[in-house]
């Protein structure tokens, strides 16, 4: 099976009151790395969601095969850098909750030299991917505000 590293974040806003969305100041963050291979017949780990697995499968057509490698929930607070050590890589994911913004989540990651930062609409989800030799690492975000 050849491995390609998939990085699935998702991000659950949650607020430190019962303020408006701008005035949060947290977040907690589910982080998903998945592999991804080519194989003859389709497999999907049971801890992948089925709609997941589709959004994965319909993005990345060229894998049909997904595999849940870790899986981490932690918490930021805004404009605080949150290191996350992946697997198979030598440098962390750098994530930054940089607070909301006219109803989207502003996030900036940073990965393997690649710094970006997103804006993602409440429920949204955001694929990046970057090609490193033999493997591609794709970040989804998924943002879902209580």
């Not at 999907?44 to 589709?54: L, N, T």
């Not at 994965?56 to 930021?76: D, E, P």
């Not at 607070?99 to 030299?113: Q, V």
Request: glycine letters at 4%.
């Amino acid at each position: 099976m050849k491995l390609i590293a998939l990085c699935a974040l998702f991000a659950t806003i949650t607020t430190a009151t019962e303020a408006a969305p701008q005035d949060t100041t947290t977040a907690s963050f589910e982080v998903r790395v998945i592999a991804a291979a080519r194989e003859r017949r389709p497999t999907r780990d049971p801890d992948i969601s089925p709609r997941m697995a589709r959004q994965l499968g319909r993005t990345f057509s060229k894998f049909n095969s997904f595999k849940l490698v870790k899986l981490v929930t932690f918490r930021a607070a805004a404009n605080v850098k949150s290191p996350m050590a992946l697997p198979g890589f030598e440098h962390p994911l750098q994530l930054t909750y940089l607070g909301m913004k006219k109803n989207f989540i502003r996030i900036y990651l940073e990965l393997l030299g690649l710094r970006t930062q997103v804006r993602v609409h409440n429920g949204g989800t955001f694929f990046h991917a970057t090609q490193r030799r033999r493997s591609l690492t794709i970040i989804a975000v998924t943002s879902r505000v209580p």
